[in-house]
Nanobody, 121 residues
Framework: QVQLVESGGGLVQAGGSLRLSCAASGRTFSRYDMGWYRQAPGKQRELVAAITSGGSTKYADSVKGRFTISRDNAKNTVYLQMNSLKPEDTAVYYC???????????????WGQGTQVTVSS
């Protein structure tokens, strides 16, 4: 059974930074693509960033240049470094693990419980 546990969310002022972490267990972490999603109140869940097993990355246009996704396979952990935060980044952020490569556009198979990020103006 795969478990994904996020941490690092919180309240920050606009312009500030946060780093989210997601610790994975239950499968060979290094083999699978990982992603960060977010869901703001009244909005659909959206992909923020993804990283393949080989380390290739993709980002939503809204976060390019501000957010960085990375992974540490030795620690079974994926990170999301968020800089220059804006009030519109406020959302619950979810870690996800894909069963198939992210390029297949198949939704992730496993999800974390989410961590709240609130950016005040």
């Amino acid at each position: 059974q795969v478990q994904l546990v996020e941490s690092g969310g919180g309240l920050v002022q606009a312009g500030g930074s946060l780093r989210l972490s997601c610790a994975a267990s239950g499968r060979t972490f290094s083999r699978y693509d990982m992603g960060w999603y977010r869901q703001a109140p009244g909005k659909q869940r959206e992909l923020v960033a993804a990283i393949t097993s080989g380390g290739s990355t993709k980002y939503a246009d809204s976060v390019k240049g501000r957010f960085t996704i990375s992974r540490d396979n030795a620690k079974n952990t994926v990170y999301l470094q968020m800089n220059s935060l804006k009030p519109e980044d406020t959302a619950v952020y979810y870690c996800a693990q894909y069963l198939t490569p992210v390029v297949s556009m198949t939704p992730p198979r496993y999800w974390g419980q989410g961590t709240q990020v609130t950016v005040s103006s």
